[in-house]
């Protein structure tokens, strides 16, 4: 079809358009997700609408099963050309050429285009394949421009191969460096990756609950952005969810590659957990890699902003009945950037927040856990 617009298609339009359309093509050219490659084609409709730009009814579709995979991959490649044609069409109405155009929106057709070409063959799925349940991960990173890119691409890399439809959830919490536009720019090259920006600074508990909050999957995992974590540990977590759905998948440090005296913090604040709020069985409170129901963590309501965060929904899973087990994980030695978990000032506020908890869940009640859709 043939779009018709009243006024020439703008510059920063050209440019968001295209921008989109590559990023939502590329995550499912390149690694067959189909979930966020269809929300970006909605968001991408939404935009034209707004711009009064008549397009057709393009949906994507999302892979529910293995087999039904390369077909869903097939139709919404299928919608995103049907999509750019109307476009294209909108531009050939109001009479613009390429040479009007952008040098950066064009490079950015030209890989749209590229992209398309590639999705002509018929989808292989990888036979790695564990689930095609919806994973959103949570990254909160604070001033991590050294390392952000390099964790973002191994979460990719890792979970095209296990989990195509995924979405990495960048939280620059405040970051003072780069890290909020090298996370921007990531989501704009790829759909899977969105960057959530809070500001000011909310510290860990408030980044990891900016990110738990812009979830959208039905399965959530957490891991820091350090590259102290090896992503390819979720894969074990990923079967046993499978497994036994509802089950949240701990993760402990089996060999802790951090300095002495932070050794010494991590298992006085185990005892004071246990102590405070009566949270046991747990090896490893604060290690940052879980996973769980995304309907198990909004049950929880958290409150917590800073260290007390794990904590707090540990001890509310436990109340609620969730079902947990624990595996050891992969710790590697911080190489780039400056931990900040170990200040003096930040050590005082956790314990203060600690307290703040306890009298805070004499009065909670265990809500019923919403069933969240099979996977």
């Given at each position: ?45 939404r935009l034209l609408a707004g711009e009064n730009i008549a397009t057709g009814a393009w949906r994507g579709a999302i892979a529910r099963d293995i087999s039904e995979l390369p077909g869903a991959v097939a139709a919404t490649a ?83 191969a296990v989990c195509p439809n995924f979405e990495i959830i960048v939280v620059d919490d405040g970051s003072l460096d780069k890290t909020g536009a090298i996370a921007d720019a990531l989501a704009r090259s790829d759909a899977s ?183």
């Amino acid at each position: 079809m043939r779009s018709e617009v009243s006024e020439p298609v703008s510059a920063s339009l050209d440019d968001a358009f295209w921008g989109l359309a590559s990023g939502g093509l590329t995550a499912l050219a390149t690694h067959g997700d189909t979930w966020a490659a269809s929300r970006r084609l909605e968001e991408i409709t939404r935009l034209l609408a707004g711009e009064n730009i008549a397009t057709g009814a393009w949906r994507g579709a999302i892979a529910r099963d293995i087999s039904e995979l390369p077909g869903a991959v097939a139709a919404t490649a299928a919608a995103y050309a049907a999509l750019i044609a109307d476009y294209r069409g909108a531009h050939d109405s109001a009479g613009q050429g390429a040479a009007e155009q952008a040098p950066a929106a064009r490079l950015l057709e030209q890989t749209c285009d590229e992209s398309l070409a590639r999705l002509a063959a018929p989808y292989e799925p990888p036979a790695t394949i564990i689930t095609l349940a919806r994973l959103s991960v949570a990254l909160p990173a604070f001033n991590e421009e050294a390392v952000i890119a390099e964790t973002v691409a191994s979460c990719v890399t890792t979970l095209a191969a296990v989990c195509p439809n995924f979405e990495i959830i960048v939280v620059d919490d405040g970051s003072l460096d780069k890290t909020g536009a090298i996370a921007d720019a990531l989501a704009r090259s790829d759909a899977s990756v969105r960057c959530v920006h809070n500001r000011p600074n909310r510290g860990y508990g408030g980044a990891l609950r900016a990110g738990f909050d812009s979830a959208e999957g039905e399965w959530l995992f957490f891991m820091d952005s350090d590259g102290q974590f090896d992503i390819r540990d979720i894969i074990r977590f990923l079967r046993v969810e499978c497994d036994t759905p509802g089950m949240a998948v701990l993760g402990y440090r089996a060999r802790r590659s951090d300095r002495f005296m932070r050794k010494v913090n991590t298992w006085g604040w185990k005892l004071a957990t246990r102590a405070l709020i009566n949270l046991r069985g747990v090896h490893d409170v604060d290690c940052a890699f879980k996973l769980f129901p995304t309907s198990a963590i909004r049950a929880c309501d958290l409150r917590s902003t800073g260290a007390t965060v794990s904590a707090e929904f540990l001890v509310k899973f436990q109340r609620m009945g969730v079902p947990m087990i624990q595996f050891p994980v992969t710790h590697l030695p911080r190489t780039k950037g400056s931990p900040t978990g170990a200040r003096p000032q930040v050590i005082i506020r956790a314990f203060k927040e600690l307290l703040a908890l306890r009298r805070a869940l004499r009065t909670w009640q265990a809500p019923a856990i919403p069933q969240a859709p099979p996977a």
